[in-house]
């Protein structure tokens, strides 16, 4: 408005100029007159008016847009500036292209409803406007084109006429279009994914997933939206992890990943299981939403293949008698967990578990007796693995257990001893025996090993380093592989003895305390190598019992046992009895009865002279079977004696429902017999319980008179020890009866 009359004014002025010139030109003689005249007058003219405007603004002051229009005008932004009034509007270069406007001369009401998308220009309007209520318009340009541009407006001068604003705009046309785009492709996507069996998911700004309809159906959902802690909670807890690692690590902009993710997760679906779910994840940067991400992704239901995958993995991973892992599997878990010690300084104990005797029991109760054992121990393994750990069978009776070591030295020998009460509870409350152990080795991983086959073989090494007991521990220590070379030459060469004859029966006799006469001998084996080397049974007999040489021993023992008894009687000594030890695994054996009565026969003994040791560790493994067992050992004639008596956990009740002929107390007792009143206490109780019982008893270990005083007096039948005599080779034990029957010493 302000230029218009600007351009009148100087035309005029310049018309004006030119007529008094003309004048001038025509009458010369009055030309400096006119013209000093028309320079007063214009003068004049500028002043009045210069005053009056001054009056003017001072009394009206108003805003003139021009002084911000040419700032504004070549700035690369959309820039519309506007009085409150719409006295004034005024466009930036950049605004006037994209609406297609040439000319400012526009209808100042009409263009600010046009650029602003509003109805009127009403004070409330203008007040949204201000607020940024009204932010976004949708705009038809003279082109006949959509625009869609944002405003935010700020006050820049404020009279008390009028307030100037400027808005700023950002066109944001080609965003809509692409979000018009995506929502008419999603919406293609989700008809062809229904179509397709494929859900979809599709984040929004508000932590939540537009979910398709075929993936409501897939959860049983019936609202379109879900949250992302809302599918959390419907993910198995195992599987939650990785969902939830994958929206953190995706959900801004700065550390998301464009590349495609697969997470293979287990959902609770329509029918309240869970279901497999492979999820294909994608996430896109939003120019929206302050960095913001879009995350999209297809989800198919696996769960058949996942299922069948599983069945393989089943077969080739589970061990089919106890359902828990098998060896395999345990490798596999086992490295993993090795890979993690090394990348992450974790620790781990690796133990390896063996039922003791386990043999016994299959002999004993059945194959599917054991079996049942077998299941019932693997099913109480799981308690014993913390967070992380791992339990598998991985051969007959033999088990492992990974678990964390948090620093505590001392948890796998506190885990074996847990294990080992649980066991035992098990034998009595579910199985109705008297007693099941097993015994533990354990190494540390990676401490053990170079890797976990290493760790293992170290704990299993641990394992035979056991003392061979029942419910031994035993924990790897380096120096073991010596030994353990050691005791494979002992065996191998042991094996050998037997071949070579190398192992030959002492004698050590049994006196009758009262009148002196020995009554009898027990055969204590020996192994003499070739230099004269004697190795005592404590060495070689427990390696042949884990070895199963015993067997072998132990038939030798009985055949020439019986053997040397008849030798005896035939040369006219005294008849005695001849007494053997036998090991669990020979009195568990199935034909023992038959194996006895051959020895019998072949060399040719009566069976009142022979008698069979058991200790009564090995009596109370299993005490119904171990009386039928001794009924059968009964049966043939053969006495029975109970070895070491005291040093196992029986009762004395147990002499009531053993069928046993001689009871052997202990040397332990013997030893403290004059000096510990309790031992004498329980000595004397001993015997007067077995003889109620008409159960005689011997004492083992006498080594000197005082000892073999008391035990007579106490009503002690037989007494064997180094006071009568140390166990001897059979020409030094007729040494012996000759002088046994020239004199008897009764103490
Ligand atoms: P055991 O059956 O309790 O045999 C008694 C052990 O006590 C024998 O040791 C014997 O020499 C020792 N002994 C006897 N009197 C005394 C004494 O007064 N003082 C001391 N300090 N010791 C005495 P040995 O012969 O070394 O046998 C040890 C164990 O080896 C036996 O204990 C038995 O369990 C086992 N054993 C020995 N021979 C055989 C065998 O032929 N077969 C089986 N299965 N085991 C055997
Ligand atoms: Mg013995
Ligand atoms: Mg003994």
């Known amino acids: 408005m302000k230029h218009k009359q600007v351009l009148i004014s100087v035309s005029i002025m310049v018309i004006a100029t030119m007529l008094v010139l003309v004048y001038a030109w025509m009458h010369p003689a009055e030309a400096t007159i006119i013209i000093s005249i028309y320079i007063i007058t214009v003068i004049f003219m500028l002043l009045i008016s210069g005053i009056s405007n001054a009056i003017y603004y001072k009394n009206n002051p108003t805003i003139d847009i021009m002084e911000f229009s040419d700032i504004t005008e070549t700035l690369n932004t959309e820039i519309l500036l506007w009085t409150n009034d719409c006295s004034a509007v005024f466009m930036n270069k950049k605004l006037r292209d994209e609406l297609g406007i040439e000319s400012l001369d526009f209808d100042n009401q009409e263009m600010i409803k046009k650029v602003f998308d509003i109805q009127n220009?009403?004070?409330?309007?203008?007040?949204?406007?201000?607020?940024?209520?009204?932010?976004?318009?949708?705009?038809?340009?003279?082109?006949?084109?959509?625009?869609?541009?944002?405003?935010?407006?700020?006050?820049?001068?404020?009279?008390?006429?009028?307030?100037?604003?400027m808005s700023t705009g950002f066109n944001f046309t080609e965003l809509k279009k692409t979000q018009r785009e995506l929502e008419k492709s999603h919406q293609r996507h989700n008809l062809s994914m229904e179509l397709s069996e494929i859900g979809v998911i599709l984040s929004r700004n508000d932590k939540t997933f537009q979910i398709s309809s075929e993936f409501m159906r897939m959860l049983g959902y019936d609202k379109p939206?879900?949250?992302?802690?809302?599918?959390?909670?419907?993910?198995?807890?195992?599987?939650?992890?990785?969902?939830?690692?994958?929206?953190?690590?995706?959900?801004?902009?700065?550390?998301?990943?464009?590349?495609?993710?697969?997470?293979?997760?287990?959902?609770?679906?329509?029918?309240?299981?869970?279901?497999?779910?492979?999820?294909?994840?994608?996430?896109?940067?939003?120019?929206?939403?302050?960095?913001?991400?879009i995350i999209g992704g297809a989800i198919i239901d696996i769960t058949s293949e996942r299922e069948k995958d599983m069945m393989i993995e089943r077969l080739a991973f589970t061990d089919e008698v106890t359902d828990i892992a098998n060896r395999n599997k345990l490798v596999k878990i086992g490295q993993e967990n090795y890979n993690c010690c090394k990348e992450l300084g974790y620790s781990y104990w690796v133990m390896v578990l063996d039922i003791d005797k386990f043999h016994i029991i299959n002999d004993t109760c059945g194959y599917s007796n054991g079996n049942k054992v077998l299941k019932a121990f693997a099913s109480n393994l799981y308690k014993y693995i913390s967070l992380g750990g791992f339990s598998a069978r991985i051969s007959g009776d033999n088990f492992a257990i990974i678990t964390r070591d948090y620093g505590d030295d001392e948890l796998p020998r506190k885990t074996a001893e847990q294990i080992q009460r649980d066991f035992q509870k098990l034998a009595v409350d579910e199985f109705s025996l008297q007693s099941l152990s097993c015994s533990v080795g354990y190494s540390r991983m990676p401490a053990d090993g170079a890797n976990f086959m290493e760790v293992?073989?170290?704990?299993?090494?641990?394992?035979?380093?056991?003392?061979?007991?029942?419910?031994?521990?035993c924990a790897y220590e380096s120096h073991m592989h010596d030994e353990i070379i050691d005791n494979s030459e002992l065996e191998k060469s042991l094996s050998d003895a037997i071949d070579n004859n190398e192992l030959k029966l002492f004698y050590q006799p049994k006196i009758d305390l009262q009148t002196g006469a020995i009554i009898g001998v027990e055969a204590l084996i020996r192994w003499i190598k070739p230099d004269g080397t004697v190795i005592s049974p404590n060495v070689f007999v427990p390696i042949a019992e884990k070895s199963h040489l015993i067997a072998r021993i132990s038939e030798f023992v009985l055949q020439e046992g019986c053997r040397q008894n008849v030798m005896w009687q035939k040369l006219g000594y005294p008849e005695i009895v001849m007494s053997i030890n036998f090991t669990s695994d020979d009195f568990y054996q199935k034909n023992l009865k038959e194996n006895i009565f051959e020895a019998l026969v072949i060399s040719g003994l009566d069976a009142e002279w022979l008698e069979v040791e058991l200790t009564e560790r090995l009596a109370l493994h299993d005490v119904d079977y171990a009386v039928s067992q001794m009924n059968q050992i009964r049966e043939l004639g053969v006495k029975l004696a109970m070895d070491d008596f005291g040093t196992g956990y029986s009762s004395l009740s147990y002499i009531q429902i053993l069928p046993i002929t001689l009871l052997k107390l202990d040397r332990s007792f013997i030893v403290d017999i004059e000096t510990d009143p309790i031992a004498f206490e329980i000595v004397n109780a001993v015997i007067r319980i077995a003889k109620s019982k008409k159960i005689e008893t011997i004492a083992e270990g006498i080594e000197n008179p005082n000892q073999a005083k008391i035990l007579r007096e106490l009503g002690c039948n037989f007494g064997q020890g180094y006071l009568y005599g140390k166990p001897m080779p059979p020409e030094q034990l007729e040494e012996f009866f000759k002088q046994n029957m020239k004199e008897r010493k009764v103490y």
């Open 121 to 165: 220009t009403n004070a409330k309007t203008i007040d949204m406007l201000i607020n940024g209520q009204l932010g976004e318009s949708h705009v038809t340009n003279e082109y006949n084109e959509e625009m869609y541009i944002a405003w935010s407006t700020s006050l820049i001068k404020k009279t008390k006429k009028a307030s100037l604003y």
């Open 456 to 473: 293992l073989e170290h704990a299993e090494f641990a394992l035979k380093c056991s003392d061979g007991s029942r419910n031994s521990i």
């Open 225 to 293: 939206i879900i949250s992302f802690g809302e599918l959390k909670m419907l993910i198995h807890p195992n599987d939650r992890n990785a969902y939830a690692s994958y929206i953190s690590a995706n959900y801004n902009s700065e550390s998301c990943t464009s590349e495609i993710t697969n997470l293979e997760l287990q959902i609770k679906s329509y029918d309240n299981a869970y279901h497999w779910y492979s999820m294909r994840l994608k996430t896109v940067p939003s120019n929206e939403n302050n960095g913001q991400t």
